[in-house]
């Protein structure tokens, strides 16, 4: 299912964020959204998936207008949003995070909901054993696991996510965006917010760079990697060195970005 953004403006109150956003994710195609801190990322993933009213513009799935659609609705439609911060429910077990991930499909056919959870245990086989384990307990990487784990019994078909390499270590890093890479190659389409460029560059099909809520340069990513722009001021560090990178999260996730051209498929 393609995902379709054209002159999206929305903000908070009489603050203006994002001003006229243009994004389009074709049926199986894995676009990055890279940005520094600040520049808009989560807003624009808010507003897609209905949090967040748009002040103007449209949103399209598989060419349907879709816009003013609230959250639920959007997920019953196709669209599934995995929340920064991995926001998991920490006293429930990772089986009742799942189930609750599958709460827009309740009333769908049972098999449906057991296919969704038999493949997110197929690509995160880590969680399986843990089902009964408080999701609280989960490491970090095991947590963005079980969040992208929740966001697929919605068995969506366009997967936007936020932020989902922050705070890990290079290998989970690596992990996470090989599993990305795997649901593209299986049909899903995926847009992903990062400020971690590398890992984002390594697996994205296209990749759109976003500043101060506009997005100034798009392009596949071998050709942005050398763009001067992006070289000088998004690779070069400038976006995850950024001082206020989410407090406890910055420490950790700058080394997996300042260790150089490793290449997200040479870590896992
Ligand atoms: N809930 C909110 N209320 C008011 N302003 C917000 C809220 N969330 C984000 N902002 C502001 O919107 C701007 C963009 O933030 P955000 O979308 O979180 O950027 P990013 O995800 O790229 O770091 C920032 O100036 C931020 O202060
Ligand atoms: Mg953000």
């Given at each position: 299912m393609s995902l379709g953004v054209r002159g999206l403006h929305a903000g908070y109150g009489r603050l203006a964020v994002l001003h006229g956003i243009d994004l389009t994710a074709g049926e199986g195609e894995l676009v990055a959204v890279i940005g520094a801190n600040g520049a808009g990322k989560s807003t624009l993933l808010r507003a897609l998936s209905g949090l967040l009213p748009l002040t103007s513009g449209t949103v399209h799935l598989a060419g349907t207008d879709v816009t003013g659609y609230g959250p639920e609705k959007l997920a019953r439609t196709g669209l599934a949003h995995v929340p920064e911060n991995r926001l998991v429910f920490p006293s429930l077990s990772v089986a009742d995070n799942l189930v609750l991930g599958g709460y827009t499909r309740r009333r769908g056919p049972a098999a449906a909901r057991k296919e969704a959870r038999d493949r997110a245990m197929a690509l995160f086989p880590r969680l399986e054993p843990r089902l009964e384990q408080a999701a609280g307990t989960l490491s970090g990487g095991e947590q963005q696991m079980l969040a992208i784990a929740r966001g697929l019994m919605a068995q969506p078909r366009v997967l936007v996510l936020d932020e989902?390499?922050?705070?890990?270590a290079p290998r989970l890093v690596g992990e996470i965006f090989s599993a990305l890479g795997q649901l593209r190659d299986d049909g899903l389409t995926l847009v992903v917010v990062e400020q971690n460029a590398r890992a984002a560059f390594a697996v994205a099909d296209r990749v759109s760079v976003m500043d101060r809520g506009r997005v100034v340069l798009e392009g596949d990513p071998a050709a942005l990697s050398t763009d001067p722009r992006v070289a000088g001021g998004f690779l070069g560090g400038g976006f995850a060195a950024d001082a206020d990178a989410g407090a406890d999260a910055a420490g950790a996730a700058t080394p997996g970005v300042a260790s150089g051209a490793t290449r997200a498929t040479e870590r896992t």
């Open positions: 989902p390499s922050v705070g890990l």
